[in-house]
């Protein structure tokens, strides 16, 4: 019972997902996934928040005529993503590739990452060293210490 | 002084990342760069909008520096730019061609008669398959074409006083200058 619930309501989200994307006759079933897949992964420039799948745009609506047509005249993915980008530049791409221009867009979360537990690293190292320093003290040492800051007028609690 | 190193280290670290929010605070999120630049311009031939059996090819606009502007007559933003055009046009510092872009002829002839035509020809792209050859994404753009047929610059947006004579108008100046 669980599972049939489940489909159906995965099901659902499908065909309210499907709404925006105009049908369009395909010979091979193979092609029409790449043509979904396709357009999940260009931006519309449009709404550059949206893929050519998600968007009303008319634009978005002209690529993807030009994405249909280019599948069924047997072109490669490569080749119609090589002719977005010579269009619209890296932008249609939501993956974007890796290049000198792209490598902090790529690594730049995982450098704040890295410096962040460096910082953590160093921070909890510096304070259990602190800590056993304290225990090392022999009882005299604390006492003295606790005579010092008696006479300066501070708390002795650490 | 160690003690301060790890705060100043994550002071130094909020700094720069405020510096590039800052940054792209100024940043105009629909200028993207098109990869065009400085490359061939896209061979086009279509009808004109004027005479549907004249055609207007990339041929014809890279005899001398000029300037490839496309608009459509339900463009908001272009009625905003056309009295510059159009005075562009009578100073006649440069030709202005025109992509008419998914229009109707009949509305893009009325906008002509009514408003003025600053163009010396404008191509009709009906379905704009021109304009996808060339990135067309938000009208108005307006590129800068030399006399080898190689887009220089290209502008996105509506052209404003300030951007022509910063911009524009300098680098049309300098082409111009250049021989070959």
């Not at chain 2, 002071?11 to 720069?16: K, M």
């Not at chain 2, 608009?71 to 005075?87: D, F, I, K, M, Y």
Request: net charge neutral; charged share 20%.
């Amino acid at each position: 019972m669980r599972a049939v619930l489940t489909v159906l309501l995965l099901t659902l989200g499908l065909a309210v997902h499907a709404g925006v994307v105009e049908p369009r006759p395909f010979e091979d079933p193979a092609d029409e996934a790449r043509y979904r897949q396709l357009i999940q992964e260009l931006r519309c420039l449009v709404c550059q928040n949206q893929n050519l799948a998600d968007s009303n745009a008319d634009l978005a609506k002209d690529l993807r005529d030009q994405t249909y047509n280019m599948i069924t005249a047997g072109k490669t993915d490569e080749e119609i993503v090589t002719f977005m980008v010579n269009r619209y530049g890296d932008f249609v791409l939501y993956r974007p590739p890796l290049k000198s221009t792209t490598v902090l867009l790529w690594f730049g979360p995982l450098l704040l990452i890295v410096t962040g537990m460096v910082i953590l690293f160093v921070q909890v190292r510096r304070r259990a060293v602190a800590r056993q320093a304290a225990k090392d003290l022999t009882p005299e040492e604390h006492s003295r210490i606790a005579q010092i800051l008696a006479d300066t007028g501070e708390d002795p609690r650490p | 002084m160690a003690r301060y190193l790890v705060p100043l280290g994550i002071l130094g670290i909020f700094l720069i990342v405020m510096a590039f929010l800052f940054i792209g605070l100024g940043l105009n999120p629909r200028e993207v760069p098109s990869p065009l630049i400085d490359k061939g311009a896209p061979e086009f031939i279509l009808p004109t909008v004027k005479n549907p059996r004249k055609t207007l090819s990339l041929a014809d606009l890279s005899n001398e520096v000029s300037l490839f502007n496309v608009w459509a007559s339900w463009c908001v933003s272009c009625r905003q730019e056309h009295p510059l055009l159009v005075e562009l046009a009578r100073q006649g510092l440069v030709p202005i061609y025109g992509l008419n872009y998914k229009d109707a002829r009949q509305d893009a002839l009325r906008w002509l008669n009514t408003l003025g035509d600053p163009y010396t020809a404008s191509a009709f792209d009906q379905d704009g398959r021109v304009g996808i050859d060339w990135g067309v994404y938000g009208v108005p753009e307006t590129f800068v074409v030399d006399r080898r047929g190689i887009i220089r610059y290209k502008h996105t947006g509506p052209i404003s006083v300030s951007d022509w004579k910063n911009t524009l108008l300098p680098m049309i100046r300098q082409l111009q200058a250049k021989k070959g």
